[in-house]
């Protein structure tokens, strides 16, 4: 009995079974709130992962219909709300100075030619789910513009609905004004003066083709007038 009791004494007391289902279950509760937490991030991670890749979709297409549109010259029939006819700038030429920009199957697409297909043109973006063109005379909304009244073209509005594969949409609208003087409704370039021998313009030129581009005359003269007057500039 001494035996028992000597070494009773430095026994130590271990967890219960109801000690340690209490622990089991804290600690299941805790894995539980930081799976979801993890689960949370990688969403939230994904979601801006996406939306980064349909924005940089989005803008290079946006680009180009910006592009296409500032730069015509006329609208050669009748334009809807979905698809907008065009006559190139009027440096190009063969039948790529007609193209027409509009919705087709969930994808806008770009078409050059006269009588050229939609469906057979380039895709700029895919998985659209609406796309709308608003025309504006001044201030006045039309949802349609009809040909030979380029005068009066004042800006046009793209706007265009993509879905992620998740279903959750994502909107965005531009705003164009067809401001290129080759373009009947736009603003006349102003008059440049002759720049110094040995000044070019050598950039601008490169990026858009032609030393007789409005928008190289437009910089030209902003070189000559502002730039060349100022000691940064020269």
Known sequence: QKYFEDNGANCQRGFTLIEIVVTLLLVGIIAAMGGMGIVQAVRGYVSVKQNTEITQQVQTAMTRINREITEMISIPSAASNTLIPITGTSNCTGTDCVRKIGLDNGAVKLAFGNGALLSNGDTLIDNVTS???????????????????????????????????DGVTLSYVNIIAPRNNGNLGGETIPTTSTPP?????????????????????????????????WPGGK
Do not use: E
Not at 140 to 159: I, R
Not at 202 to 209: E, I, K, N, S
């Open 131 to 165: 796309f709308n063109i608003t025309y504006y005379q001044g201030s006045t909304p039309y949802s349609s513009w009809s040909s030979g009244n380029d005068t009066n073209l004042s800006a046009v509005k793209v706007a265009m609905t993509i879905t992620r594969p």
């Open 197 to 229: 021998a040995g000044w070019g313009c050598f950039v601008a030129t490169a990026a858009y083709g032609d030393p007789s581009h409005p928008m190289v005359q437009i910089l030209r003269d902003f070189r000559d007038t502002q730039l060349i007057h």
